[in-house]
């Protein structure tokens, strides 16, 4: 073939690689047009690169971001790699977490007019519960890796502007002291232990601390391949023994949490004493019903993506669902959790809250969670985004921006409330 054309596919396939368009969503489809499309499809196509990756002047404070994406390269030139690399890694080729981002693509807004949007409402109501948004912090683990406040500064934010916020097992910061800077009872997330004992040291006291609902996250089980965060971690030379056994800044490569170093998380490294109660096996259903009886606090399974699973999960008791794929770093299904949650819907048929996460980055993409059937929509990258830049102001501007995209498609679709954003505010692209 002409060296042109090589060339061209070359560099499509190393862009397809590429973590940073992965992690920045970046729809790659158009990009098939450098090599099968004509002339005028073939400029496009390099203009779309060109955009991509030319040297932007870096927001110097959270005022001056126009969205969140201004966010993102300010975090990476302040994370070192390894910690960039665990934010950005996907799993495998990081597949789904393009697949997230280009999903929301597939549907389209139906807009109304001549409706008085003067004045809109964007509180959202979950388990009896009044939110000034329907945006939810979602658990993030070892957030001090990415300022030095952690999640309490993002819990200053959450406390600012009304946010529901979820604390990770393996959070840098215990439930007690988290839920202190919220201001009210944060929910917890949680990574089953091997050991029963310790799964119920955790239950137990999210308990005491007045958490209403715990999250088990069941996307995970069976491990994740991270490459991304192997390759950056290989490219940080900082000797980490402060914070990893070994000195190696890669914690958690497997994707397993008990062959962590957990000496910094709260959560895992203040159990008693206990004669330990080994697991058989990984979870199934029946661990679904133990952690049930052993608790009185609502429980949410985070990684539903079927009907029949949410069918199942309902018929054990859950009172709750995350529409999750743990931001494409689980699975690599490269299916969008957009896509999936219409099934989830028809699965619960409403019986209970359904939170949905994947690749939400705009005002627009909360509209179509929601428009689905969503009761709420998590994020987890962008707020950190905001942390690692700027602390409790970024993850608060974070938040203002999204709101106010929100805002302004709600009144541009004629929604004057969320309740009144239903399934008929979206079709099909191209119908």
Known sequence: MPSDQFSRRSFLSYLASSPLFAAAGVNLRPLERLFRGNEREQLEALDLVQQAVQDTTLIASPREAINVFDFEPVARRKLPPAHWGYLATGSDDDGTIRANREGFSRFSLRM??????????TSAEMLGVHWTSPIV????????????????????????LGHLQVLSTVGTTSIEDLSAARGMPVWFQLYHRQDWNQTKQMVKRAERAGCPTIVFTIDLLGGSNRETQIREALKDTRECSRCHAGGRPAPGISGRVDDRDNRRKPMLAEFAPGTPEPEVGTPTWDFVKRLKDSTSMNVFLKGIVTREDAEIAVQNGANGMFVSNHGGRAE?????????????????RGRVPLIVDGGFRRGTDIYKGLALGATAVGIGRPYIWGLASFGQEGVEMVLRLLRREFEI???????????????????ARGT
């Open 409 to 427: 498609v709600m009144r541009q679709a004629g929604a004057t409330s969320v309740k009144a954003i239903s399934r008929e505010s979206v079709i």
């Open 112 to 121: 109304r007019r001549l409706i008085d949007v003067s004045r809109v409402d």
């Open 137 to 160: 912090l979602n658990p993030v683990g070892s957030q001090r890796m990415f300022h030095p406040d952690g999640e309490l500064a993002v819990a200053r934010a959450a406390k600012e």
């Open 332 to 348: 690599n299904s490269e299916r969008a959790t957009i896509l999936s949650l219409p099934e989830v819907v028809a699965g619960v």
